[in-house]
């Protein structure tokens, strides 16, 4: 059974670089045909797909995310990583990792770690 697991800091500063890790265990980030994604719910918004990486290391960004964000993978630790910048309050919320045969995942056909809270002030 796949599992995800989301890590970072809980608090980043305004203008700052957010850095997340994402670690899966009960299956390979390579395994065919598959996507990992993040997503992000800010306080009283819908969900957002930021991006998400495929099985062959391609990477898709969500709209408006494409200028700030970048996606990437550590093949060997079974990890795929956010990096989110010059941040502001704006960007608060909940982040999420989940991997699924969609490009951007959904609750109801893909696997999700359980999310991290990440606030954004000085």
């Known amino acids: 059974q796949v599992q995800l697991q989301e890590s970072g800091p809980g608090l980043v500063k305004p203008s700052q670089t957010l850095s997340l890790t994402c670690t899966v265990s009960g299956g390979s980030i390579t395994a065919n045909s598959y996507f990992w994604g993040w997503i992000r719910q800010p306080p009283g918004k819908e969900l957002q797909w930021m991006g998400s990486i495929d099985s062959g290391g391609s990477i898709y960004y969500g709209p408006g995310f494409k200028s700030r964000t970048s996606i990437s993978r550590d093949t060997s630790n079974n990890q795929f990583h956010l990096r989110l910048s010059a941040v502001t309050p704006e960007d608060t919320g909940i982040y999420y990792c989940?991997?699924?045969?969609?490009?951007?995942?959904?609750?109801?056909?893909?696997?999700w770690g359980q999310g991290i809270q990440v606030t954004v002030s000085s």
């Open positions: 989940a991997g699924d045969i969609s490009l951007e995942p959904s609750r109801g056909s893909g696997t």
